[in-house]
């Protein structure tokens, strides 16, 4: 048996009548804006037409009956469970119930509700009091939990946002809600950093000399860094694990993290396998220079007028950790340095450095690409091991501090012996390393190196 009524909708179209669905009960059908009830007014004790006449703000409830109880569960309150042999004379009691429960949550909803606004109320105070100054922040973060670094309308799962956050809990900016800041560079959804820059305006205990807000002359010299909040200790201790403020840096209100970066460079780690590591090194240098790297990004269509010129200045293929017993366990990075890169540039050229070294392609596709600007459909290399390593400016006085790496080195370091343990082990057990490289490299390197 299933009671479901539904109020404000019905009881705007239709005047003077209340709606039960029963089972037992075949009426004329009736329906309202897609809300199908058959008529039972008469059935409906006075108690609870009066209760239903006090204009409750649910959209509906419904009650269910399994043997001889009697489950009632309303919108955004509890369920509530009764025994009757006879459900619509136990509904003025369900009724109750459901009203005692309304007064519970209207009164921990009015707590709520007073200390939210005692805290807003603080928190204005304190900011009223305050000054702010623009700050470069040097942040580290392992972006494989993470939807990429910026801010973004459908999750809020991303490097940005849990910074803005966590600075709103230590009380250095007012609400993270829409706040602006400029960063170095935009990582994807599971690259990481290990010195990206971002700034914003923070709180500031130090005075400022001429009184303005924000200030005119914001540098170390007119407002003393010593004397301000540990910004690093401050908000590290807010933020997770796989994100870390490393330095903070006093900026001029022109500064802009985006458009004063001097360079930026990233690393793309990989393990040797079957790869010709020599063989890339004598094709990597084909993107040295200013070249159309159409062949090597995605495109991004919001731009009217796209420019796909950039200019590498720095490449180099180097030993990271090398493991003697089983060279293809060593594992190397690819370095790339430059002003700029385009939309997945450097995930792209890792996948034809990779077809390279497998001896699929030559080292002349690089040229040909560069030259015809036409993409062949390749894939794209894994964004996991690609890291912003490095942006660097000038005149940006970094104040550092210890922050805490040593807990989450010894948990990945565990892990990741493990994982090594298991690898010698099957090793060990097909007695081959080259065996093991033949018959899996394409699945280790596809997946997931080469998506």
């Given at each position: 048996?299933l ?8 009881l705007?179209?239709l005047?003077?009548?209340?709606f ?5 009960l075949r009426?004329d059908l ?7 009830a ?5 059935r409906?004790p006075p108690?609870?037409?009066q209760w239903?006449s ?5 959209t ?10 009697l489950?009632l569960t309303?919108s ?6 009764l025994?009757s ?8 009691t ?8 309304e007064k519970k949550?209207e009164?921990v ?6 200390a ?9 105070e ?9 700050v470069a ?7 494989w939990e993470?939807?990429?670094?910026a801010?973004?309308i459908?999750t809020?799962?991303t ?9 709103e809990?230590?009380?250095?900016i ?5 706040y ?6 935009r ?14 305006y923070?709180?500031?205990k130090?005075?400022?000399s ?7 002359d914001?540098t170390p010299?007119?407002r003393k ?6 910004y690093?200790?401050m ?10 403020v490393l330095?903070?840096?006093p ?5 802009d993290a ?8 990233y690393k ?5 396998c079957?790869l010709?590591?020599?063989?890339m ?6 993107f040295?220079?200013?070249h159309?790297?159409r ?19 720095y ?7 090398e ?11 690819f370095t790339i ?5 385009l939309w997945?540039?450097i995930r792209n050229?890792v ?9 699929l ?6 040229s040909g690409?560069l030259?015809?600007g036409?993409?062949y459909?390749?894939?794209m290399?894994?964004?996991l ?7 660097e400016?000038?005149?940006?006085d970094w104040?550092t501090?210890?922050?805490g790496l040593s807990k989450?080195w010894f948990?990945?370091?565990m ?9 010698c082990?099957e090793l060990?057990s097909?007695r081959?390393?080259?065996?093991l490289c033949d018959t ?12």
């Amino acid at each position: 048996l299933l009671y479901t009524i539904k109020f404000e909708e019905m009881l705007a179209k239709l005047s003077g009548g209340y709606f039960v669905y029963c089972s037992d009960l075949r009426t004329d059908l009736l329906a309202t804006n897609g809300v199908a009830a058959w008529s039972c007014a008469d059935r409906v004790p006075p108690e609870v037409l009066q209760w239903l006449s006090q204009g409750r703000p649910y959209t509906g409830y419904e009650i269910e009956e399994q043997d001889t109880t009697l489950v009632l569960t309303v919108s955004g309150l509890p369920a509530v469970t009764l025994k009757s042999a006879d459900p619509v004379k136990i509904l003025p009691t369900i009724l109750t119930e459901l009203s005692l429960n309304e007064k519970k949550r209207e009164k921990v909803n009015s707590k709520q509700e007073a200390a939210k606004q005692a805290k807003q109320a603080k928190r204005k105070e304190i900011f009223s009091k305050s000054t702010l100054r623009n700050v470069a922040l040097k942040v580290a973060y392992l972006g494989w939990e993470y939807n990429g670094l910026a801010r973004q309308i459908n999750t809020p799962d991303t490097v940005e946002e849990v910074l803005l956050q966590g600075c709103e809990r230590c009380c250095l900016i007012y609400s993270a809600k829409d706040y602006k800041i400029t960063r170095c560079g935009r990582t994807d959804k599971g690259v990481s950093a290990f010195s990206q820059v971002v700034s914003l305006y923070l709180r500031s205990k130090v005075a400022n000399s001429d009184g303005d807000e924000p200030p005119n002359d914001d540098t170390p010299s007119s407002r003393k860094v010593a004397e301000e909040y540990d910004y690093i200790t401050m908000i590290n201790n807010v933020l997770p694990p796989h994100i870390r403020v490393l330095a903070w840096a006093p900026v001029g209100l022109e500064f802009d993290a985006r458009f004063q970066v001097l360079y930026r460079s990233y690393k793309y780690y990989f393990p040797r396998c079957d790869l010709d590591i020599e063989a890339m090194r004598g094709a990597v240098d084909r993107f040295l220079g200013e070249h159309n790297f159409r062949a090597f990004c995605k495109a991004d269509r919001t731009l009217e007028e796209p420019n796909f010129n950039r200019t590498v200045t720095y490449l180099s293929i180097d030993l990271v950790s090398e493991n003697k017993e089983y060279p293809a366990l060593s594992v190397y990075s690819f370095t790339i340095l430059g002003h700029a890169f385009l939309w997945h540039q450097i995930r792209n050229m890792v996948c034809v450095l990779f077809r390279i070294g497998l001896g699929l392609e030559s080292p002349q596709v690089i040229s040909g690409m560069l030259a015809s600007g036409v993409k062949y459909n390749y894939g794209m290399a894994s964004d996991l091991p690609l890291v912003l390593f490095e942006c660097e400016f000038e005149n940006v006085d970094w104040v550092t501090a210890p922050v805490g790496l040593s807990k989450l080195w010894f948990e990945f370091e565990m892990k990741s012996t493990l994982v090594k343990q298991l690898m010698c082990k099957e090793l060990v057990s097909v007695r081959d390393v080259g065996v093991l490289c033949d018959t899996k490299l394409q699945s280790i390197m596809s997946r997931p190196f080469i998506s």
